[in-house]
């Protein structure tokens, strides 16, 4: 059974760090990213990366301030996130499938999602 599983969101003030995790199971992926999804809003494409994570996409919101990365050992993606803003209030959800273009990602499986809130 696949499973993806999120942790590490969280509180945190404007200009703060938070590093989230993805720990997959059931399979290995060789493309997976993160979205997320603020109130009222659509759910968006934040970053992604491949199995030897060499390749990385990032939406224009997030460059320079997050990383995404993997240790494909414990089959665990992270998403490093610095210089956070009121703006990248969501849930946060680990993703996996294919890539279709630059920050742009066919999803075949989703974790349950993660909350990130940032005060100002």
């Known amino acids: 059974q696949v499973q993806l599983v999120e942790s590490g969101g969280g509180l945190v003030q404007a200009g703060g760090s938070l590093r989230l995790s993805c720990a997959a199971s059931?399979?290995?992926?060789?493309?997976m990213g993160w979205f997320r999804q603020a109130p009222g809003k659509e759910r968006e494409f934040a970053a992604a990366?491949?199995?030897?994570?060499?390749?990385?996409d990032y939406a224009d919101s997030v460059k320079g301030r997050f990383t995404i990365s993997r240790d494909n050992a414990k089959n665990t993606m992270y998403l490093q996130m610095n210089s956070l803003k009121p703006e990248d209030t969501g849930v946060y959800y680990c993703?996996?499938?294919?890539?279709?273009?630059?920050?742009?990602?066919?999803?075949?499986?989703w974790g349950q999602g993660t909350q990130v809130t940032v005060s100002s």
């Open positions: 993703a996996a499938g294919a890539r279709l273009g630059p920050a742009t990602m066919q999803v075949d499986y």
């Open positions: 059931g399979r290995t992926f060789y493309y």
């Open positions: 990366i491949t199995w030897s994570g060499s390749n990385t």
